[in-house]
């Protein structure tokens, strides 16, 4: 089935066109369609009409490129990686605006004073989640805590810096060798992001941390919440139970997370 069939309107067919040229003039410089874009994959997988609307216009206004294929995958996203004018590789973040997990995610969402006013409906709720997303990657980079660059967001598309080489992302904790310093690293991320971001992670985990050449960093912060939020303790406590628990299990000996918590809410 064709993007045509699938998205008969005019946005849609203009934007397949685009893809189509793009394909046409790397394909002339020796880049096989695969290697550029999979479009029928992509268009199947995630992208509803809006979606496709969305992309066309971080197409048009310069944002992206065009798009490599996708490198990872979840109940609630999936990343692609891509290129923008200037050569550069930069990821996208695709919210699924079908992903009833997103109705699980409203504690995260209701009792944030930064978002005060919640419309109803889950293409509402997927929209807001990005820009929630975009805004505490903002708040970490500003304070300078170790996470993943967020250059733009658009209904539900995030637009990040590519953590990685050539198309490949960089490992995460849990695909890694880990240290002591790895461990004293971690707990410093999360202090930091408590004093300095004034935000608490939510989900900090070994998945959602890449380990470089250069150190730790942080990503997937959709659902990190202001310290203000009523069950923020409750959440610090679980992120650093959680990442103790893992390098535990590695074999490492760590601080008893009661200590760190009194430590970084102090």
Known sequence: MSEVT???DEPGKKFARRIDNQLSKNERRGASAKDVFDKKKVMDDVLDKTSIMTLSKLISSGTISYVNG??????????YWAVDPDGNNIA???????A???KKRQPYLVDDPRFSRIKRGTRNLVEIWAQKEFRNLTQCVKSGIPSIRPIRVLKNVLV?????????????????????KDYKDSISIISQLYKKAELVHADFSEYNIFKTENGL??????????????NAKEF????IT?????FVKRGLTVEHPSDIMARVTN
């Open 6 to 8: 699938l998205f008969p």
């Open 100 to 102: 009833s997990n997103f």
């Open 70 to 79: 996708i490198v990872g995958s979840g109940k609630e996203s999936k990343m």
């Open 236 to 239: 610090l406590q679980r992120d």
């Open 160 to 180: 990040l810096e590519f953590v990685g080489k050539n198309g490949v992302p960089a490992k995460t904790l849990v695909e890694s060798e880990v240290d002591e």
């Open 242 to 246: 959680n990442i103790s628990r893992f």
């Open 92 to 98: 996208l973040k695709i919210y699924l605006v079908t």
């Open 217 to 230: 960093i942080l990503f997937d912060l959709g659902s990190a919440v202001d310290i203000r939020h009523r």
